[in-house]
């Protein structure tokens, strides 16, 4: 079973900019994402990397950039003009919803 370790998250203010890394404990291949859920809400898609094709949620499109090193075995998302409501856990996703999940890292955007 591939393990997905994410880093990067904190306290940004709103416009500000953050850098998540997922790193996985095997080469990457296939589909792999980010996803998020903030407090009483679903998780949501945030953004997807598919055989260098990527699909973002439509919140994020414009803002968010999903990209990957497979030299590293890293998926990264660039988070630029973060707003309050972009604050939740971030997850980092390797094979769709049967697939691996990171345990997450938190997003907070306030002043």
């Known amino acids: 079973q591939v393990q997905l370790v994410e880093s990067g998250g904190g306290l940004v203010q709103p416009g500000g900019s953050l850098r998540l890394s997922c790193v996985a404990s095997?080469?990457?291949?296939?589909?792999v994402g980010w996803f998020r859920q903030a407090p009483g809400k679903k998780r949501e898609l945030v953004a997807i990397?598919?055989?260098?094709?990527?699909q973002y949620g439509e919140s994020v499109k414009g803002r968010f950039t999903i990209s990957s090193d497979n030299a590293k075995n890293t998926v990264y998302l660039q988070m630029n003009n973060l707003k309050p409501e972009d604050t939740a856990v971030y997850h980092c996703?390797?094979?769709?919803?049967?697939?691996?999940w990171g345990q997450g890292t938190q997003v907070t955007v306030s002043s």
């Open positions: 095997r080469s990457i291949f296939g589909t």
């Open positions: 990397l598919s055989g260098g094709i990527t």
């Open positions: 996703n390797l094979g769709g919803a049967f697939g691996a």
